[in-house]
């Protein structure tokens, strides 16, 4: 079952990996960082092992984006980013696993304070909704 990992996040600059830029992370010492890192490349090492990730991509800073939109029958381009709030997409991992625990698991490797995680079936895989 293929899901998609997004993560959500605001750091100042817009730099990867995020979460060395957010202000709920830099308040933690850096040896609880660092134990923290340890910790996910050791998880994500047996995401690699095991076949899971399909493709991973960092986004670059949201105001680089453009956005095409619909004005009645007029299309509109203006510069981003689309969202006006704090979070942006930062970036994505598409993983393949056995079950939707597996991908819950693996999403909740992601994420430092100050982020949002979203995990989602992709399409082809998700379930009937009609």
Do not use: C
Not at 5 to 15: A, K
Not at 61 to 72: D, K, N, Q, T, Y
């Amino acid at each position: 079952m293929k899901y998609v990992i997004l993560i959500h996040s605001n750091p100042q600059p817009w730099v990867h990996p995020t979460p060395d830029y957010l202000p709920e992370e830099q308040a933690r010492s850096a040896a609880e960082r660092e134990a923290d890192s340890r910790s996910f490349d050791a998880a994500f090492g047996e995401v690699l092992e095991r076949g899971e990730l399909v493709h991973a991509e960092a986004l670059a800073a949201p105001s680089g984006s453009r956005l095409f939109r619909w004005e009645g029958d007029r299309r509109i381009v203006v510069d981003g980013p689309y969202a006006e709030g704090r979070e942006h997409l930062a970036g994505f991992f598409i993983v393949d696993t056995e079950t939707p625990e597996r991908a819950a698991e693996i999403a909740g490797l992601f994420g430092a304070r100050g982020e949002t995680v979203e995990l989602r079936p992709v399409m082809s895989e998700a379930p009937d909704e009609s």
